[in-house]
């Protein structure tokens, strides 16, 4: 089974809707991260969290907001989606200490907004 | 804004040909790492090298970091079709909080 699931893997919304990316981890480790990937962009933080109580802002957080519901689950809200929001969303985490630099990745979601 | 800057933007090859890819920065860092990428999946680490290390191997990569010139390079030897993927490079900027600040990426193409 894989360390690092997303769900869903593929979403297409409509304008204006709010939707929900979730992140699952059985790695154990206390770091979280969202990501998210445009074609030439390579990848831009939106929110990380480095334990359950800890959330915070990364580069582009404006227009979603994070839920850290346990140590595993980090999910990723949309409030109101917008087709400049279609990208690719990635999770990952890390573990505090000394290796706490590698990060390791979900597969990803392709999120379509209409 | 990115962090790393990877070049060339795209690199195609042949088999057994070796590929070399580059990145620079702007800030200190305490490491510097690399990520492959194969189409639409998640990143994978490949190599980390900390700011005190020159040159670092690991099977078929080598990694060479000159904190002087804030630039560091990826060498895969005798690619295979296989190692046809995204490779990005990624830094801490100095910090040890744990944030990772990733470049653009190199798109390499092995041709069989």
């Known amino acids: 089974d894989a360390d690092v699931t997303q769900t869903p893997r593929n979403r297409i919304t409509k304008t204006g809707k709010r939707i929900m990316l979730e992140c699952s981890q059985t790695?154990?480790?206390?770091?979280m991260y969202w990501y998210r990937q445009d074609p030439g962009l390579g990848l831009r933080l939106i929110y990380y969290?480095?334990?359950?109580?800890?959330?915070n802002k990364g580069e582009i957080s404006d227009g979603y907001s994070v839920s850290r519901q346990a140590q595993a689950k980090f999910s990723l809200s949309l409030e109101s989606a917008i087709p400049n929001q279609t990208a690719l969303y990635f999770c990952?985490?890390?573990?505090?200490?000394?290796?706490?630099?590698?990060?390791?990745f979900g597969p990803g979601t392709r999120l379509l907004v209409l | 804004s990115q962090q790393g800057e990877e070049d060339p933007q795209a690199l195609s090859i042949q088999e057994g040909e070796n590929a070399t890819m580059n990145c620079s920065y702007k800030?200190?860092?305490?490491?510097l790492q690399w990520y492959r990428q194969n189409s639409g999946r998640g990143l994978v680490h490949l190599i980390l090298i900390r700011s005190n290390e020159r040159e670092k191997h690991s099977g078929r990569l080598r990694v060479t970091l000159d904190t002087s010139k804030k630039s560091s390079s990826l060498l895969i030897t005798a690619s295979r079709a296989a190692d046809t993927a995204s490779y990005f490079c990624a830094t801490d900027r100095g910090s040890t909080l744990g944030r990772l600040y990733f470049g653009r990426g190199t798109q390499l193409t092995v041709w069989p």
């Open positions: 990952a985490t890390s573990e505090k200490g000394r290796s706490q630099e590698t990060q390791y």
């Open positions: 969290s480095f334990d359950v109580k800890d959330i």
């Open positions: 790695k154990g480790h206390d770091r």
């Open positions: 800030t200190s860092i305490n490491n």
